[in-house]
Structures are given as structure tokens and as C-alpha cells.
């Protein structure tokens, strides 16, 4: 059973352009949460999402950021017009319900540098 | 909203040594509370969880603790190794919505000398 992929596992970009992270859950896993982890810092809640539905966004910047997990494919975090302040690394994590206390199992991550 | 404090931020132990993690939180409905081990450049995986009706856990060399009442958990690991060196984060998990969406600390960076 593959483990949660995300890619790039790097990312570059300049001011402006814009960054698109994707996430493979778990097979069977049909929720996503998306996070951001700064340098000597925590992980920051973005976004939660189910197939379709975005059901918690209330860590996720309100202008340039957007995140979808469709039908069919990989769930995308979007960040438009990125600045250097959105330098980080992104990781996303499933889990296969979301009843209370379920574990989170983390991909690698997508490091972004905005140059 | 939940709000997880965690110290200390970097801990520095001989190998063989215990060494003590230790998170408070805010939200007295939070019940779940995960340990993640991250090594440098990689994922944080989870190491130890406990629920809220269960005061204490263990496995091989680490345990976690559990105060509901003063709202304060502890990861224990014993027996340290170098392999042992990382960051350690807590989170308490946050009833948001309907769904339980963590709040992590700040984490530990954990030093293992040989």
C-alpha cells in the first residue's frame, strides 16, 4: 500500500508566478488535510477537504490561496501570484475517516522557495 | 480555537539518558493527542498517540502521559539512541466543524550525543 505522495518535492518559483502542490492520499483514504510548516517552526493547519468539498479552510489565507480534491486525481493546493513569504514546505495528510481522533499519515512534502 | 504550548524547543541528551517532552493545551474537549517524530527533511511520522480515557501508554522505550485535569501531556523516551535525534511535535486534536482537525506545538529539536 503506497504511502501518501506529493509532488514536486521541489519547487521554485519567482514572485508572482504561481505553484501548484498535489497530494495522492492513501488508497482508501478519502480525506486530505493540507499543511505549512516554516522553518523551525510547527505545522500550520491550511485545509481540510473530502472528495469534492472543502470542509475546513479556516487556516488558509483568504486572497491567493485555494486548494480542490476532485473526483477523480490528486488533491491541488494553489497558491497564486506567489510572494517570498509563502516559502515553506507544504505537506499534505490522509486519513480514512474523519471520525474523532483519527490518525494522519503525512507525504514527504513540497518545498517551496520563491526567489 | 486550541492553543498548544510545548517545551522545551531543544533538548540535548547523552545517549542512554531519559529524555521528557512536555505539551499543555487549552481546549478541555480535545481527547486525542498524537506524537509526530520528523527528521531532517523528511515527513513527521507518527511515534505515540493516546485518547483521553487513558491516562498513560507505553511502547518499548517511549510512553506518553496524560492530565486531563491540568490539560498537560508528556512524552517519555527512554534508553535514548542517536537515532533517537529529531524534532518531536505534539498536537491536540481541535473539534472544528464537525471534524477533528489537530493543533500541533511548536516541537523539540532532540540532541542524542554518542
Known amino acids: 500500500n503506497a504511502g501518501v505522495m506529493q509532488n514536486p518535492r521541489h519547487l521554485v518559483r519567482r514572485r508572482g508566478q504561481e505553484a501548484r502542490l498535489r497530494c495522492s492520499p492513501m488508497k482508501g483514504h478519502s480525506h486530505v488535510y493540507w499543511y505549512r510548516q516554516l522553518p523551525e517552526e510547527g505545522l500550520k493547519f491550511m485545509v481540510y477537504l473530502q472528495k469534492e468539498n472543502i470542509i475546513d479552510e479556516s487556516g488558509m489565507p483568504k486572497e491567493r490561496f485555494s486548494a480542490e480534491f476532485p473526483k477523480e486525481g490528486p488533491s491541488i493546493l494553489r497558491i497564486q501570484q506567489v510572494v517570498r513569504g509563502d516559502s515553506a514546505a507544504y505537506f499534505c495528510a490522509s486519513s480514512p475517516t474523519d471520525r474523532r481522533g483519527e490518525t494522519q499519515y503525512f507525504g514527504p512534502g513540497t518545498r517551496l522557495l520563491v526567489l | 480555537g486550541e492553543n498548544v504550548e510545548q517545551h522545551p524547543s531543544t533538548l540535548s541528551v547523552q545517549e542512554g539518558d531519559s529524555a521528557v517532552i512536555k505539551c499543555t493545551y487549552s481546549d478541555s474537549a480535545s481527547n486525542y493527542f498524537p506524537w509526530y517524530k520528523q527528521e531532517l527533511g523528511k515527513r513527521p511520522q507518527l511515534i505515540i498517540d493516546?485518547?483521553?480515557?487513558?491516562g498513560e501508554k507505553k511502547d518499548q522505550r517511549i510512553a506518553v502521559t496524560l492530565n486531563k485535569t491540568a490539560k498537560h501531556f508528556s512524552l517519555h523516551i527512554t534508553e535514548t539512541q542517536p537515532e533517537d535525534s529529531a524534532v518531536y511535535f505534539c498536537?491536540?486534536?481541535?473539534?472544528?466543524?464537525?471534524?477533528?482537525?489537530?493543533?500541533f506545538g511548536r516541537g523539540t529539536s532532540l540532541i542524542v550525543h554518542p
Open positions: 493516546i485518547r483521553s480515557n487513558v
Open positions: 498536537a491536540a486534536s481541535f473539534a472544528s466543524g464537525g471534524s477533528y482537525i489537530p493543533t
